[in-house]
C-alpha cells in the first residue's frame, strides 16, 4: 500500500514546516538551529498537504475539481497563505472554475512554489510509477498555478520525492525541459560545493518563486539525503522562504526526524487527523 509512504512524508514535510517557520521569530538563531518553544505552528504548507494527501488516501488519485473544493474550503489566511493564493481560493469558494481561476493570477498563471510546497506525498505515493508521479504531481498544480514553471516545481519535488536517493536522475529524465529543468541540471553540478555557492547560483526562495527555490530544495535534498536534521537545517541557514524550502526538503529526504522536533509540531488539523491518521504517529 502506497499511503503509509505518502504519510511519512507528510511527517517530514509538517515538521520541516513548523520548524522553518520558527526562524521567522525574533530571537531564534539560525546558527545554532535554536527554534522558540514548542508548539511550533504549521503553516499553509502542511494544510494543503494535508489535503492533498486526503484525496489520495480517499481517491487513490488526484481528482482536480475534489482537491480545488477542498482547497478553497480549508483556507485560513492566518496560516500564512500568499496574496495570490488567497485570491485564487477565494475565487474557487465563490465557484470560479479552478481553471479559470488558476489562469488569472498574476496574469497568466502563478510561477510560485505553492505547488511544488504541498506535493511530495504524491511523489511517495507513485513512487513505483514514475510516469505516474509526473501525470499526478501536474494534476495537483493545475487547480492553482496555470504557469508551467509553477506546474514544473511541482513535478520536479514529486520526481525527488518518489526517488529521494536519486533526486537529479529521476527529475532530469523525467522533467520537461524548460526553466526549471534548467535551473536542476546546473544545480547538480553544485553537488559537492559550499551551501554558499548553490544559494548565490540557485537562490533560496526569497523571491519565493518555482524558479528561485525548488533547484536549491533539490541540492539541499542530494546533499543531506540521509541525514534529516541536516538537511532541514541547511534550509535555516540558507535563509530565504525558509518554511517553503524546509518543507520541500522534509518531504523528500527519508530519515529519521528529531524526536524532539516532531513533538514539538503543532498537531496536524483536528478535521483531517484522526481520518488521515489513525495509525500513524503525527505527534499530537
Known sequence: MPLPEALTSLEGLSVG????????????????????????PWTDDT????????????????????????FAEHCDPYRGYGPGAITVLRQ????????????????????????????????????????????????SAEVTHAHPEGVDGAVAVALAAARPDAVFEAVLDLLRPGAIRDAAALARTLL???????????GNGSRPTALTSVPLVLWIAATHAHDYRAAIGACVRAGG??????????????????????EAREPL?????NSLLPNHTSGS
Open 269 to 273: 488539523p483536528q478535521d483531517l487527523r
Open 47 to 70: 494544510q494543503m498537504a494535508c489535503l492533498v494527501t486526503a484525496e489520495l488516501r480517499d481517491r487513490g488519485e488526484i481528482v482536480q475539481d475534489r482537491l480545488a473544493a477542498a
Open 192 to 202: 559537492g560545493r559550499s551551501p554558499q555557492e548553490a544559494v548565490h547560483h540557485l
Open 241 to 262: 522562504d525558509v518554511d517553503t524550502t524546509a518543507a520541500m526538503v522534509g518531504g523528500v529526504v527519508r530519515a529519521p526526524i528529531p524526536p524532539e522536533w516532531r
Open 17 to 40: 514546516d513548523a520548524f522553518g517557520a520558527q526562524f521567522f521569530v525574533p530571537g531564534t538563531s539560525p546558527d545554532d538551529l535554536t527554534a522558540g518553544p514548542p508548539p511550533w
Open 92 to 139: 474557487l469558494r465563490d465557484g470560479v472554475p479552478w481553471r479559470e481561476a488558476a489562469a488569472s493570477a498574476f496574469g497568466g498563471g502563478s510561477l510560485g512554489n505553492g505547488a511544488a510546497m504541498r506535493v511530495a506525498p504524491v511523489g511517495a505515493f507513485f513512487a513505483d510509477d514514475l510516469d505516474a508521479v509526473v501525470e499526478q504531481a501536474t494534476r
